[in-house]
């Protein structure tokens, strides 16, 4: 559908704020990225530990105690989040760390919780 043909079931087009809101729509592929953004951080056990990690590094091993999950579990999801560019990880010895990757993150992740408490 072209973007210039206003179809609506009312009988009052606004033709200025239909103009307005796809000149402030952002490029498809911004949209795509955005809306992969929120789908990553849309499930449960991805933004519970984001939550957790939002207090300090933590290793895999303590975000399967503080999730009840196994190792391999919580690492199949780390391993989306850092796909993603939620966590980073550094390595010391065997140990993997993992933190929140800036704190872009940490203020999205504040913003949602602050909006639902309201």
Known sequence: MPKNEYICDCTVIHKESVQK?????????????SATFFKV???RTR?????ALA?????????A???????SAV???LA???????????RDG???YYSLADDHVRKILEAGMIHVQE
Do not use: W, Y
Not at 21 to 33: E, G, I
């Open 21 to 33: 809101a796809l000149q402030n729509l952002p490029k498809d592929a911004v949209l795509v990225k």
């Open 41 to 43: 951080i849309g499930d």
């Open 47 to 51: 933004f519970t530990i984001l939550v």
């Open 55 to 63: 207090g300090g590094e933590l290793c895999v091993c303590d975000l």
């Open 65 to 71: 105690n503080v999730l009840s999950m196994t190792k």
């Open 75 to 77: 690492s199949h999801q």
């Open 80 to 90: 989306t989040l850092r796909e993603n560019g939620f966590v980073r990880c550094r």
């Open 94 to 96: 065997k140990t993997v």
